[in-house]
């Protein structure tokens, strides 16, 4: 069977009403005869659910020297000012620090870290290279709410991501409890795509790093499917990884705890699904939230 061109809108959004389109990609890419970087089960349990958490992945160490970086650009006034650094609305506190892949050594070289990059490369059957990076700091007492929403969705019509043949890594730098607003996630979600209403205002992305307000599913649609799938709490301590499909349903709560909830986010992309022009009809967003001419695949 042919592949359809890479401009062909498979998954229409922002166009009309509230539906399911049926996943029209696979989960993993990978054939069944190669060997994973990690246990088969735990590949399993990332098809079946769409997501997967693994424990232990980097030591105290490692996690330590993450930290004191997270510490650090969101001191750096340079950063702070880049534009690139998203606030929390009302506080003023850090939010999101983008393009951590590209300012931090420390981070570029943990976006090739094998334990990362090989898994993506195995799911994805593909060379990788980050589609987007960050740091999440979610601070104590005041860190706002993600509301639900699948990041394919935003990807493919804000980016023009062509195909679900990405996935998210996010490293966990302190505790993720259950009450100070982890990533919640809905098993199975995956499978079916969320159109949503609304046409993409200008600029869309200004407001939707602080709070999202278009490219989000209906109430029926988030009932449909979290009565399918129930909801999962990504429970987890410092130096796990919590790897997730590009269409997985998922948000997070506020933190009103005095604990932190902070990780870096790498999204991987394969290299034949490189974004084109967004399928809307507003100009793509900036390169430091979408790689689009930046693009250097990962090194083994």
């Not at 990690?38 to 997501?51: K, L, R, T, V």
């Not at 958490?53 to 650090?72: C, G, I, K």
């Not at 950063?79 to 300012?103: D, K, L, N, Q, Y």
């Not at 709490?233 to 009103?256: E, W």
Request: glycine letters at 6%; proline letters at 7%.
């Amino acid at each position: 069977m042919t592949a359809p061109p890479v401009n062909e809108d498979l998954y229409p959004s922002r166009q009309g009403g509230n539906h399911f389109i049926e996943r029209q990609d696979p989960t993993v890419y990978a054939l069944a005869n190669k060997v994973a970087p990690i246990a088969p089960q735990q590949i399993g349990e990332y098809a079946e659910n769409g997501f997967v958490v693994l424990e232990d992945v980097f030591s105290d160490v490692e996690v330590r020297m993450f930290q004191q970086e997270l510490e650090r650009l969101s001191a750096d006034e340079a950063i702070r000012a880049s534009g690139e650094t998203i606030t929390e609305p009302g506080s003023g506190e850090v939010r999101s620090i983008f393009r951590v892949h590209e300012c931090s050594p420390l981070f570029s070289k943990l976006a090739a870290d094998p334990r990362l990059a090989e898994l993506a490369r195995y799911i994805l059957d593909d060379e990788v290279y980050i589609h987007q990076s960050r740091l999440n700091y979610k601070p104590g007492f005041r860190g706002k709410e993600f509301y639900w929403h699948s990041d394919f969705e935003t990807w493919h019509v804000e980016d023009g991501m062509p195909r679900m043949r990405a996935l998210s890594m996010s490293i966990t730098l302190t505790e993720n409890f259950d009450f100070n607003g982890p990533l919640m996630l809905v098993p199975g979600s995956h499978r079916q795509f969320a159109t949503c209403v609304g046409e993409t205002p200008e600029n869309h992305f200004k407001a939707s790093l602080k709070k999202q307000e278009y490219g989000v599913p209906s109430d029926a649609q988030l009932k449909t499917l979290i009565d399918n799938g129930s909801i999962v709490t990504a429970k987890s301590k410092p130096g796990s990884v919590i790897v997730f499909d590009c269409n997985v349903l998922h948000g997070s709560n506020g933190n009103i705890t005095p604990a932190p909830r902070s990780n870096v986010f790498f999204v991987y992309n394969a290299l034949t699904n490189r974004v084109v022009e967004p399928f809307c009809d507003q100009p793509a967003r900036p390169e430091y939230i979408c790689s689009r001419t930046h693009i250097t695949p990962l090194s083994d």
